[in-house]
């Protein structure tokens, strides 16, 4: 799959509709540019905290690596 293909994913109306409102607020021209960043910096933090070798050690003892 190519970086710039998308898919869909479901939400609630309810969801949807609270991230339509922050993202007018904070300047992003559609939910799904909203959502993709948010998306985006929550993946960047979770694979900064796998880097760490203790947590990287961990997760192959416990059999996930």
């Known amino acids: ?6 898919v869909s994913i479901h939400i609630s109306r309810l969801l949807h509709d609270r991230l339509e409102k ?3 607020e904070t300047g992003f021209s559609s939910v799904e540019e909203y ?8 993946v960047k933090k979770s694979d900064e905290k796998f880097d760490d070798p203790k947590v990287k050690e961990r997760l192959h003892r416990l059999g996930y690596l």
């Open 22 to 24: 922050r993202a007018q």
């Open 35 to 42: 959502v993709n960043f948010v998306l985006d910096e929550v």
């Open 1 to 6: 799959m190519s970086v710039t293909e998308m």
